[in-house]
T-cell receptor
Framework: GAGVSQSPSNKVTEKGKDVELRCDPISGHTALYWYRQRLGQGLEFLIYFQGNSAPDKSGLPSDRFSAERTGESVSTLTIQRTQQEDSAVYLC??????????FGNGTRLTVT | GNSVTQMEGPVTLSEEAFLTINCTYTATGYPSLFWYVQYPGEGLQLLLKATKADDKGSNKGFEATYRKETTSFHLEKGSVQVSDSAVYFCALSGSSNDYKLSFGAGTTVTVRA
């Protein structure tokens, strides 16, 4: 596609439920990032995928958070047993060689 | 670790006014510095960047100069337009982990006609 696509754009879930967020990067982009933005705060790095290398998971805030990516295509971010503090906008970005980051529009997650 | 501090918003100004958004950083080594912009309803996009001290990034009438002595990368535009209304993010990538950008909290700018 023309840009990074994220779905859903909005998600409201009850505390304790699991959620899955999806990111379709730009075709050919080998690098993929997930960031989180809480209200009034900067973007918080979560995880980074680069080709077939082991992902950098150093930003995942707890073991309730996990992410997968199949090859150089779609990535899913899963949050298990959601908590209210997980409410945020989750941003995905991809990057090709010698190109800047391209961000999706994000998924706004609200945990009630 | 690396961090970015940028001016808190929101900022509201009139068309043709001068805009400055302050950004300072903490980093080891020689980071690259960026400004990203998010227009209403759109994803973040790169506005400009500078990769070494004294470099000036520029785009769409915006400028920012990498000042190592003051660890700053302030964004400026001499005459803003309504279409510049957006959220602006300052960011850096460290020299050792250059894939992991650190972002500021963002500054919301509203330009009134």
């Amino acid at each position: 596609g023309a840009g990074v696509s994220q779905s859903p754009s909005n998600k409201v879930t009850e505390k304790g439920k699991d959620v899955e967020l999806r990111c379709d990067p730009i075709s050919g982009h080998t690098a993929l990032y997930w960031y989180r933005q809480r209200l009034g705060q900067g973007l918080e790095f979560l995880i980074y995928f680069q080709g077939n290398s082991a992902p950098d998971k150093s930003g995942l805030p707890s073991d309730r958070f996990s992410a997968e990516r199949t090859g150089e295509s779609v990535s899913t971010l899963t949050i298990q047993r959601t908590q209210q503090e997980d409410s945020a906008v989750y941003l995905c970005a991809s990057r090709g060689p010698n190109s800047p980051l391209h961000f999706g529009n994000g998924t706004r997650l609200t945990v009630t | 670790g690396n961090s970015v501090t940028q001016m808190e918003g929101p900022v509201t100004l009139s068309e043709e006014a001068f805009l400055t958004i302050n950004c300072t950083y903490t980093a080891t080594g020689y980071p690259s510095l960026f400004w990203y912009v998010q227009y209403p309803g759109e994803g973040l996009q790169l506005l400009l960047k500078a990769t070494k001290a004294d470099d000036k990034g520029s785009n769409k009438g915006f400028e920012a100069t990498y000042r190592k002595e003051t660890t700053s990368f302030h964004l400026e535009k001499g005459s803003v337009q309504v279409s510049d209304s957006a959220v602006y993010f300052c960011a850096l990538s460290g020299s050792s982990n250059d894939y992991k950008l650190s972002f500021g909290a963002g500054t919301t700018v509203t330009v009134r006609a």
